[in-house]
């Protein structure tokens, strides 16, 4: 028994010396997608102000492929020291494990952190598309089976479940064409390479206001402040596409409580800062506000709902 307390108490000393001394080396904050997506841009926004806050640098990477779960696999399997952190998304926490048989498990070999935000999916067509709403883009593809395709950030993705959703709803026939992120992804949408993408808000409002892709509806339960004259998508008469994404810091499960706990409240204290909500809300991102209990009942709810989601409408990977 004196044996069972002496290591116990160790293992309580060892953890809190560790807290203290953290953060000891660079943070790494792994990003399952290219560079100029949604994802990296919440990695960038968050990642900046915690190392000026942990007076350590923290260094993005990129690590693309595989619905963003090649990061998420990574980050897993790394030291459980609070120096390698994931920005995880509903594509890799939530949808992925359900497409995928994956090397580690979602729900086991990664906390959840903090919730960092919200946003919708857009559906974006190019210029050259005629269509101006909804139903006459519904037309189109009807008009003209396999011939129009739609850009995902990969197979797995919001945007991949989104218009996967849309084909079987509306009995139309797209090409689905994936890429390892939504930069790419967007590249050959504006150029005309693909017509259409479900893309998520940060990755192309930009694109919009610049008058190079033209905004048909939104995936979201309510308008966009940023895109006010947009109907969403049960407005246009698809009630039961529903699919917007979520961003959130993952550490691998066996990281010191005390660690995960001050990680938490330096993002917390981030997302509540003035600039950090204007540079989100600028994304059309509404900032996380969750404890990281109700943040881990949140990502089980959605990882219930996306399997129910992708088993009852068949999905699968191309």
């Known amino acids: 028994m004196l044996f069972k307390f002496l290591a116990l108490a160790l293992g309580v000393f060892a953890a ?3 807290a203290q001394t953290y953060p000891s080396k660079p943070i790494r ?5 290219a560079p100029g997506g949604g994802t990296d841009l919440m990695a960038r926004v968050i990642g900046d102000k915690l190392a000026i806050d942990l007076k350590n640098p923290v260094v993005v990477e990129n690590r693309p492929g595989v619905s963003n779960t090649l990061a998420a696999d990574v980050a897993a399997k790394s030291p459980a020291d609070g120096h390698t952190l994931l920005m995880g998304v509903v594509t890799s926490q939530a949808i992925a494990p359900h497409l995928y048989k994956l090397n580690f498990d979602v729900n086991k070999d990664l906390a959840p952190i903090a919730l960092v935000s919200n946003v919708p999916n857009v559906l974006v067509v190019n210029n050259a598309v005629a269509a101006k709403s909804v139903k006459e883009l519904v037309a189109l593809a009807k008009a003209q089976p396999g011939k129009l395709s739609y850009a995902s950030s990969g197979s797995g993705s919001t945007q991949h479940i989104a218009g996967e959703s849309f084909k079987q709803l509306t009995g139309t026939f797209i090409t689905h064409i994936p890429y390892r992120g939504s930069g ?3 590249v050959d949408l504006i150029g005309g390479q693909t017509q259409l993408s479900f893309d998520t808000m940060p990755s192309v409002i930009g694109q919009i206001q610049a008058g190079k892709l ?8 309510k308008r966009s402040p940023l895109l006010p004259d947009v109907p969403t998508m049960a407005e246009a008469g698809l009630p039961a596409l529903q699919v917007s994404a979520w961003y959130g810091i993952y550490a691998p499960a066996a990281t010191p409580r005390a660690i995960q706990e001050q990680l938490h409240k330096e993002v917390t204290a981030i997302l509540a800062m003035p600039d950090t909500i204007k540079k989100l809300e600028a994304a059309g991102a509404e900032p996380g506000r969750l404890s990281q209990a109700a943040f881990a009942e ?3 709810s959605e990882f219930k709902r996306y399997g129910k989601l992708i088993k009852d409408n068949n999905l699968k990977v191309d």
Do not use: E, N
Not at 214 to 221: D, P
């Open 16 to 18: 809190t010396a560790q």
């Open 29 to 33: 904050m792994l990003v399952g997608s």
């Open 184 to 186: 790419p992804a967007l």
């Open 214 to 221: 033209r905004a048909l509806a939104v995936t979201g339960s």
């Open 298 to 300: 949140f990502q089980a």
